[in-house]
């Protein structure tokens, strides 16, 4: 019996041994059929941006100092974690900046070019059109040279123009207007005929305006030095009116009324005008620095706005006083540049103050025009119809920019062609026309 289990037990050691297994030795686990292995994938090439990293990371690299044991802390791994990401954008943004024949594009040649060079005026006195920045200097200058043209009317330009407090001005104006006057009316009064320069009403309302001295000579007086009763002997320094004045006093009369009458010279925005072909970039507006920079008094008005804010931040605002903020907030823009496309496309541009009405708009919509009869409706992005002329450019929210959109007055329109009149291709002047330009 113990020789048949024998026998069993070898055939079961024979048969879980498996092949080339010899029935001496101990079994052994089965073995695993190798797995056929898959072929490797071919190696792509590293792409652009990959390669501009690398010899950007290589090159930093190279700087680094020898000698040093790289860092294997979790901080260290993190902040290469950082440097490679930024070197990929780094690489990517290098890869952007080169154009399709890998030459290099500075961001001055990628800048687009400004929608308008800068604000300019018109000088009233010579016509010549000038930068914001030269028009008080242009203005000084073109006084200047019509004293020799007129030098009543340049002197009394310059008191209403180069001094800023409009009612010291008002004050003194007066004041000049009174000795004026009183030497008109009182001709033979010699004591109204000299005004002492040490005159404590005269240093403080006229010697402290500009123009007020050149204004004085201009009309007729002239500096002398006389004697003053209990001043001693050295005198005093008077302005004294000539004898040949005496005979035209009516002269004298018309300097006085000029010189009430006279307002400051301004000179006038220059709109620059200018039409463009039919473009999807209509809406796109690149404008210079002089549509926002701030005067020194409107930073000061601005600062003022500013700290009033932060003193009602802990109130609780109205809708009112929100929309009093947000126009608050428009205030800082002092000039606006408007585009207005017509239905066949063309655009028309102009340059205007951000407090100016809607009305200003029409007007210069209406004088582009062939036919100026036409009526038309201006609408604001977004489709809102402009019908309070009224509201100023900033109140509608028109500022810097804007992009308005032209509508015929359909009833106008079906008539005219009704009546089957031939229409010209546009509506706007042929001159303008003529020097229609393309969009940059």
């Known amino acids: 019996m113990r020789k048949f289990f024998q026998e069993i037990k070898a055939d079961l050691k024979f048969k879980t041994a498996g092949p080339g297994q010899k029935l001496s030795e101990p079994s052994r686990a089965p073995r695993e059929k190798p797995k056929a292995e898959a072929a490797p994938k071919p190696r792509q090439a590293p792409t652009d941006e990959a390669q501009m990293a690398a010899a950007a990371a290589l090159a930093r690299l190279e700087l680094k100092p020898k000698g040093k044991a790289p860092s294997c802390s979790q901080e260290s791994i993190k902040n290469q974690g950082r440097n490679s990401w930024k070197t990929a954008r780094v690489g990517h943004q290098e890869l952007l900046e080169c154009n399709g024949n890998g030459v290099r594009v500075t961001q001055k040649e990628e800048a687009a070019a400004p929608s308008v060079s800068g604000v300019y005026f018109i000088c009233p006195l010579t016509g010549a059109v000038v930068r914001k920045d030269q028009k008080e200097k242009h203005l000084r200058e073109a006084i200047q040279a019509y004293f ?70 201009a009309v007729g007086f002239e500096t002398k030095t006389l004697p003053v009763p209990g001043q001693g002997k050295e005198g005093q320094s008077f302005y004294v009116l000539k004898e040949e004045v005496l005979a035209r006093l009516e ?13 400051p010279l301004r000179a006038r925005l220059d709109r620059q005008l200018r039409v463009f072909q039919p473009s999807p970039e209509a809406a796109r507006f690149e404008l210079p620095d002089d549509f926002y920079n701030l005067s020194a008094d409107e930073i000061r008005r601005e600062q003022r706005l500013r700290t009033e804010a932060v003193e009602k931040a802990s109130m609780l605002r109205t809708r ?45 919509v209406r004088e582009a025009l062939r036919d100026d009869w036409l009526p038309f409706e201006l609408l604001a ?39 089957g009149e031939e229409q010209p291709r546009s509506p706007l002047r042929p001159e303008l026309l003529a020097r229609v330009e393309t969009l940059p």
């Open 251 to 263: 002269d004298l009369k018309d300097c006085k009324e000029q010189l009430l009458s006279s307002e």
């Open 148 to 217: 020799s043209v007129d030098p009543v009317a340049a002197s009394i330009m310059e008191i209403h123009t180069f001094n800023r407090d409009r009612e010291k001005v008002r004050l003194g104006v007066e004041t000049m207007a009174k000795y004026l006057d009183n030497i008109y009316l009182h001709p033979e009064e010699e004591k109204y005929r000299k005004i002492k320069l040490q005159n404590k009403v005269f240093q403080e309302r006229i010697s402290c305006l500009e123009g007020a001295h050149k204004f004085f000579q």
């Open 320 to 364: 009112a006083m929100r929309e009093k903020e947000e126009q608050r907030e428009m205030r800082k823009y002092n000039y606006t540049l408007l585009r207005v496309r017509f239905p066949d496309g063309y655009i028309l541009q102009g340059t205007f103050y951000a407090r100016e009405a809607v009305s200003v708009l029409y007007s210069f």
């Open 381 to 419: 992005p977004g489709g809102l119809k402009l019908t309070d002329e009224n509201l100023a450019f900033n109140e509608c929210g028109l500022v810097p920019s804007a992009l308005l959109s032209l509508s015929w007055d359909a009833a106008v329109m079906a008539d005219i062609e009704a009546a």
